[in-house]
């Protein structure tokens, strides 16, 4: 069965401050991993993924994540956060019909 | 293109109440997908189609039932609203590609419904 784990439900950074946010997850099978965001009020919108291809997957608004096979983790880190950055965040992993199992999320605040 | 589209964007219903949660997507999507979401849970998948005239149960089906009539639409009801079915709802659609489990799913808006 795949689960995924995010470490921490609220992150607050000031604003130019590095962004982590934790994802550790379990498969039974070489998984695909995603990372979603989702604005206030609005649907999720596909930040980045992981197809095996490389190890560290660059997505937009400069995120980035790096696979970790021996440390079962896909954490999602920006270098410098910005007041857009504000928002939620889901790890998720796919499997059999292209199903998600998500994280619980992380809510992201950047302070000024 | 539209993208995913859902319909109604909140609801209020009472207990005991029927209702239809309509998913419409414009890119010709094979596989489509019902979630609900709720604080401190992410996301979970109620049910899900692989194709035309195909359902199947996802991980919270309980109190739903779900249609695909025409490839594009995706419907979700309520026979019997309860409160514990509060919830924001979310639709999804991707390509159909077997075995493509990297393939990106595409988010609806989201329809917001309280039972009361």
């Known amino acids: 069965a795949q689960s995924v784990t995010q470490l921490g439900s609220h992150v607050s950074v000031s604003e130019g401050a590095l962004v982590l946010l934790r994802c550790n997850y379990s498969?039974?099978?070489?998984?695909?991993l995603f990372w979603y965001v989702q604005y206030p009020n609005q649907g999720l919108q596909l930040l980045l993924k992981?197809?095996?291809?490389?190890?560290l997957v660059k997505g937009i608004n400069g995120f980035e994540a790096e696979f970790k096979k021996s440390e079962t983790s896909f954490h999602l880190t920006k270098p410098s956060a910005h007041m857009s950055d504000a928002a939620e965040y889901f790890c998720a992993v796919s499997f059999i019909y292209g199903k998600l199992t998500f994280g619980q999320g992380t809510i992201l605040t950047v302070h000024p | 293109n539209a993208g995913v589209t859902q319909t109604p964007k909140f609801r209020v219903l009472k207990t005991g109440q029927s209702m239809t949660l309509l998913c419409a997507q414009d890119m010709n999507h094979e596989y489509m997908y019902w979630y609900r979401q709720d604080p401190g849970m992410g996301l979970r998948l109620i049910h899900y189609?692989?194709?035309?005239?195909?359902?199947a149960k996802g991980e919270v089906p309980d109190g739903y039932n779900v249609s695909r009539l025409k490839k594009q639409n995706f419907l979700l009801g309520l026979e019997s609203a309860a409160p514990s079915q509060t919830s924001v709802y979310f639709c999804a659609s991707r390509e159909g590609k077997r075995g493509a489990y990297q393939e990106t799913q595409y988010f609806g808006p989201g329809t917001r419904l309280l039972v009361l």
């Open positions: 189609s692989v194709g035309e005239g195909t359902t």
């Open positions: 498969s039974s099978v070489p998984p695909y």
């Open positions: 992981y197809t095996s291809a490389a190890t």
